[in-house]
């Protein structure tokens, strides 16, 4: 299973950008999608999630400014972020929860990352 991430960019504060990601390969299914997010010198942490039945869920920091969605005909996830602020910079992957045939394992698939700048 491959992911493949595009949308990242340098934007000012207050500003926006949309991150997607498509995933491919020989999937059967995919449960959850999710951003991630890792900073110079920081840990990594789960931005946001979205089941397969579209549930969501937010880190504290990002909730109400972004929004995440998916197309589950497509194996595509998408991050909406409005009002970013500097320290929103990161390098952004997404996530995909895949079970590659039936009955097998569920696993967790890595984007290799964009990055996401946000300074004026």
């Known amino acids: 299973v491959q992911l493949v991430e595009s949308g990242g960019g340098l934007v000012q504060p207050g500003g926006s950008l949309r991150l997607s990601c498509a995933a491919s390969?020989?999937?059967?299914?995919?449960?959850?999608m999710g951003w991630s997010r890792q900073a110079p010198g920081k840990q990594r942490e789960l931005v946001a999630t979205?089941?397969?039945?579209?549930?969501?869920a937010y880190v504290d920091s990002v909730k109400g400014r972004f929004t995440i969605s998916r197309d589950n005909a497509k194996n595509t996830v998408s991050l909406q972020m409005n009002s970013l602020k500097p320290e929103d910079t990161a390098v952004y992957s997404c996530?995909?929860?895949?079970?590659?045939?039936?009955?097998?394992?569920?696993?967790?698939?890595w984007g290799q990352g964009t990055q996401v700048t946000v300074s004026s």
């Open positions: 996530t995909a929860d895949a079970v590659t045939q039936y009955s097998g394992p569920v696993h967790r698939y």
């Open positions: 390969g020989s999937i059967f299914r995919i449960s959850a």
């Open positions: 979205i089941a397969s039945g579209g549930s969501t």
